[in-house]
């Protein structure tokens, strides 16, 4: 049975007080009654109860990650970088999913209803507003990682989206295509990064002094490999298919491998393909796919500690911090080494 308070206290000749205070850390303990305790301490094999302890400090320990879904790779990989990141400052993860509905994201990020132990909340969402954020009733820090809600208040992680898209469509420009498709602009989701990644895209066919064809931007539903193969055969109905395609996300782009095989099509020789998010299963495709790899890590650093920052007082104004990137060039787009990583600065508004 492990010990208590009391059994240190009659070891040690003192109060139950005066145990919690050297327990706690607390500076006015005499340094020769300290470690009188602390070896009582340690003879007994005291272990402090963490939940107790945050509990009388008014925290519960306890992070709440809200994504939209569990089995996409590639959240299923930031939830391993945070829960990584949270437990090297003591903190417990609790996963919740959203399913990118916005009835359960106003339920658990806006409401915070089933989250009121949770000192702060990290979340992905998809379908919030700015006005659903401002309508929130926890007080709890929020850090919000992905999309981008203009006007929320709150403080966020993300890539560049903008950069990045146009870095993957210039990649494409560069081995010589021309007819270059986007698939994965929203269709009935108001989040911003398919926007972002559309304009990044723009962009890039703009400065090459290409045309930007409205037949070539397919909007999905999900951003899923089932989608990727509805896109590719809309694309490949057109009196002139593309020679290229950027995908926002490498679920999209796996599903586009795969209807491209079906239908015959070479990927790369007739067909360049680049994904977006750098997901294992891309790396054992078939051709390997180029993608766009943000740094999961950096992104779960940076919002964990501005979360620990938050819980710790600080009042500044919302800030926007930027993540890194990288451009890795893989078989699906005629190559196989790796561009340089792209650096981005962190930093507030």
């Known amino acids: 049975m492990a010990a208590t308070l009391r059994e240190v206290a009659e070891r040690a000749g003192v109060s139950v007080r005066t145990v919690s205070n050297v327990v706690n850390d607390y500076p006015h303990v005499a340094p020769k009654t300290r470690a009188i305790v602390q070896r009582a301490l340690d003879e007994l094999g005291y272990q402090p109860n963490p939940l107790a302890r945050s509990l009388r400090q008014g925290r519960s320990g306890l992070v709440g990650l809200v994504i939209p879904e569990l089995d996409v790779p590639y959240f299923a990989e930031l939830s391993r970088a945070v829960l990584h990141e949270a437990r090297a400052l003591g903190l417990t993860v609790v996963v919740d999913q959203t399913d990118g509905e916005l009835a359960r994201e106003r339920e658990v990020i806006v409401r915070g209803q089933g989250s009121a132990m949770y000192d702060a909340v990290i979340a992905s969402p998809v379908s919030l507003t700015s006005t659903d954020l401002k309508a929130r009733r926890s007080t709890a820090p929020l850090i919000l990682i992905g999309e981008r809600i203009a006007?929320?208040?709150?403080?966020?992680?993300?890539?560049?989206?903008?950069?990045?898209?146009?870095?993957?469509?210039?990649?494409?420009?560069?081995?010589?295509?021309?007819?270059?498709?986007?698939?994965?602009?929203?269709?009935?989701?108001?989040?911003?990064?398919?926007?972002?990644r559309t304009e990044g895209y723009r962009a890039a066919l703009t400065a090459a002094g290409l045309p930007v064809d409205p037949e070539l931007i397919v909007a999905t539903r999900y951003l899923h490999r089932a989608d990727g193969v509805q896109a590719l055969d809309r694309l490949m109905s057109l009196a002139q298919p593309p020679d290229a395609i950027f995908c926002y996300n490498d679920l999209l782009a796996l599903g586009v491998l795969h209807a491209a095989a079906h239908r015959g099509v070479r990927v790369p020789d007739d067909l360049a393909v680049v994904g977006f998010d750098d997901i294992e299963d891309g790396r054992y495709s078939r051709p390997t796919l180029t993608t766009i790899s943000p740094d999961r890590r950096q992104i779960a650093r940076l919002a964990v500690e501005m979360l620990q920052r938050r819980l710790d007082g600080d009042t500044a104004p919302a800030a926007e911090l930027r993540a890194n990137y990288q451009l890795i060039v893989r078989e699906s787009s005629g190559a196989a080494q790796s561009a340089a990583p792209r650096q981005r600065p962190t930093g507030g508004r």
């Open 151 to 196: 006007g929320g208040g709150v403080d966020h992680v993300m890539v560049d989206n903008v950069a990045a898209a146009h870095d993957a469509t210039a990649h494409l420009i560069s081995s010589g295509r021309r007819r270059i498709a986007a698939i994965g602009e929203s269709w009935n989701r108001p989040a911003t990064t398919a926007h972002l």
